[in-house]
């Protein structure tokens, strides 16, 4: 197997938000199969840079799988190729000599295009802003084991605690929807003692958000799950609809 590769890209250019966007194809040669794929559109920059042409806007932090940042659509797939797997860490070695490759931002009405392949996530921190929190007093830190938590009941918050809010499961939602994210926030609150308190209001609140922010609802194709780097769970999503079914006819207030 080659230790590089010449490749083909199609890249999305968008240069503003109200701006008409294309495909614009770049040819790449000698890329190195260790690279991760965003060290790969560092490269391009470079070249583009040194011809002084504008370089390819896109999100990107730690480069770890632990942001949420970097959120790329790769041949059509949220991320690339591999499950279980951010754009940061997918590598070049998943390709072979002579690829194209096509490279997108999510698409998505709540996601409007800011440049090229950044998209406005913000939509999600309304969201978080509308429950993703829990009433506590100030003062020191609540001894750890005041509140014992089952095991279970641990390990399921802390499952769905692990979405990094990159918006993955949106973008490969053929309805946009944000029912996975959602119900992420939503599961790891709700199961645990510290978020009973607004337990009800919180998923109220939380879905009116999603809906005003113009997401779609669930397809129940699970497309979600198979595109979220975290590995999220649908059976959230039940839990979700449970909470909210509860709220509505049980809460008082």
Known sequence: MSETLDLTLRVWRQPGA??????????????????????????????????????????????EGICGMC??????????????????????????????????????????VVRDLVVDRGAFDRIIEKGGFISVSTGNAPEANAIPVPAPVQETAMDAAACIGCGACVAACKNASAMLFVSAKVSHLSTLPQGKPERASRVQN??????????????????????????????????????????????KE
């Open 206 to 251: 939380m879905v009116a958000q999603m809906d005003l922010e113009g997401f779609g609802n669930c397809t129940n194709t699970e497309e979600c799950e198979a595109a979220c780097p975290a590995e999220i769970s649908v059976s959230n999503i039940a839990r979700l609809n449970r909470e909210y079914l509860r709220a509505k006819l049980c809460a």
């Open 71 to 112: 959120s790329l659509m790769i041949n059509g797939q949220a991320h690339g190729p591999d499950t279980g797997t951010t754009t940061c860490q997918l590598h070049m070695r998943r390709f072979k000599n002579g690829d194209t490759i096509v490279v997108e931002p999510w698409r998505a009405q709540a996601f409007p």
């Open 18 to 63: 109200d701006a008409v966007g294309q495909y614009v194809e770049y040819k790449l040669t000698g890329i190195s199969t260790h690279m991760s794929f965003l060290e790969m559109l560092d490269v391009l920059n470079e070249q583009l840079h040194a011809k002084g042409e504008e370089m390819i806007a896109f999100d990107h932090d730690c480069r």
